[in-house]
């Protein structure tokens, strides 16, 4: 038998081998009723699983007929295990806790019903380790949705040891999981705070005064147009031909996915073009303000860097604002270029659109006091962002090193 490289003093001697069959009473999954009658019953779905338990807004019910004849089967206990077989989301689960009783689930959440004497946060702990996600990409079938059958949620086998070291583990694994958690929530918070401040500053309800403590100028009405020159990227025809593309080369070649991998800067791309791509797109030099029209619509982000952009993109050229202050209004109207496209389409922008919008514009130094304290708050989200990924990555550290 083994044990884990990673262990607390008190405890010793090898962890034996279990299969969750063997530890369980009950594997089983829910079904989807076939109508949904509002009740007091909670119907527990995949998305209403969070870190820390269920989101009930995220839940429907079902009335108690329905839950004790149609869904017998399938009525949840305090204590159960739910576990995501079927989605994208496969692996994901959380514990049923007294509160969400009486309840129910459905067929894309397994319900493992653990026996006396094992604990069901550490079960939880090792069913969100490396161990299970190597076995959920062994034998994961695919078609229309990936999936694992129960007989194969039965067989995931590993070791464990004594309740009183299933229980110290399950405890010291709660409190990182509840770190986590926190920090998450604080990311959550500093975002919706410094959506509410946009809101404020750009529609006038806060100002901000200048050093002497008079009042700033009333700000202009004008157009993106007026304060810069709208250009759109080109792309060399055909695409995927290798000539346009050098690894060696310093200029990026634009991608959306590689805007969205980014925050306000751009850093890298994923593809480098030649001397001949280069000839055929549109520089675009090392601190320039660009935005995507094409698809994922309406995101702005500075070049870190000398880069070509494609169709997809516009360069706010020559701009007369201050730059900063451009790319946090650009991101506070970011969903408002949706209303240019139809229901059930995709939206695509083309200059004229871009040129012609609204761009509401204050004397230079009030830009600077916009773009400086929501810089400021930004500072704060990626401090807090680095926190939570380092705060994850120890975690995963953790579960490598503790379950065998």
Same mark, same amino acid.
């Given at each position: ?5 990673? @262990? ?203 050093? +002497?403590?008079?009042?700033? @100028? ?27 593309? +050098? ?7 634009? @991608? ?25 797109? @549109? ?122």
């Amino acid at each position: 038998m083994a044990s884990p490289k990673l @262990r607390f003093k008190a405890f010793d001697g090898d962890w034996r081998s279990v299969s969750l069959l063997e530890i369980s009473t009950l594997i089983t999954k829910g079904t989807t009723p076939k109508q949904f009658i509002d009740g007091n019953i909670n119907f527990l779905k995949i998305e209403a699983i969070t870190q820390n338990g269920f989101e009930l807004s995220k839940c429907q019910t079902i009335s108690e007929e329905i839950n004790n004849k149609e869904l017998k089967r399938s009525i949840l206990m305090e204590g159960d295990i739910l576990f995501a077989i079927a989605g994208a989301t496969i692996g994901k689960n959380a514990i049923v806790q007294k509160e969400l009783l009486p309840a129910n689930t459905n067929q894309a959440l397994a319900i493992i019903r653990l026996k006396e004497n094992y604990s069901k946060v550490f079960i939880s702990k090792v069913l969100n380790s490396p161990l299970m996600e190597k076995y959920i990409d062994i034998n994961i079938s695919t078609g229309a949705q990936p999936n694992l059958n129960l007989q194969q949620i039965g067989s995931f086998s590993f070791t464990l040891p004594n309740l009183e070291e299933q229980t110290k583990i399950a405890s010291f694994l709660s409190a990182v999981d509840e770190k986590i958690s926190q920090l998450s929530q604080k990311l959550h918070l500093l975002g919706q705070y410094k959506q509410g401040m946009m809101q404020k500053l750009f529609s006038q309800q806060l100002r901000f005064k200048a050093d +002497d403590g008079n009042e700033f @100028r009333e700000w202009s009405n004008k157009t993106i147009g007026d304060v810069a020159n709208i250009k759109r990227g080109a792309s060399p025809r055909p695409i995927n031909d290798s000539k346009w593309f +050098d690894d060696s080369s310093s200029i990026g070649w634009v @991608r959306i996915s590689d805007v969205s991998k980014s925050k306000k800067y751009l850093l890298q791309t994923e593809q480098y073009l030649s001397t001949l791509g280069i000839q055929k797109s @549109r520089l675009v030099p090392k601190g320039n303000l660009i935005m995507s029209i094409c698809a994922t619509i309406g995101k702005p982000i500075y070049t870190g860097f000398d880069v070509c952009i494609h169709d997809g993109f516009v360069v706010f050229s020559e701009l007369q604002a201050i730059h900063e202050y451009a790319y946090y209004y650009l991101e506070y109207i970011e969903k408002n270029w949706y209303q240019y496209g139809q229901a059930g389409t995709q939206v695509n922008l083309n200059s004229d659109i871009v040129s012609n919008e609204a761009f509401p514009f204050p004397c230079l130094e009030e830009q600077t006091k916009i773009a400086n304290f929501l810089s400021a708050i930004d500072q704060k989200i990626d401090v807090v962002s680095e926190q939570l990924e380092q705060a994850k990555l120890w975690k995963k550290g953790l579960l490598q090193q503790m379950f065998v």
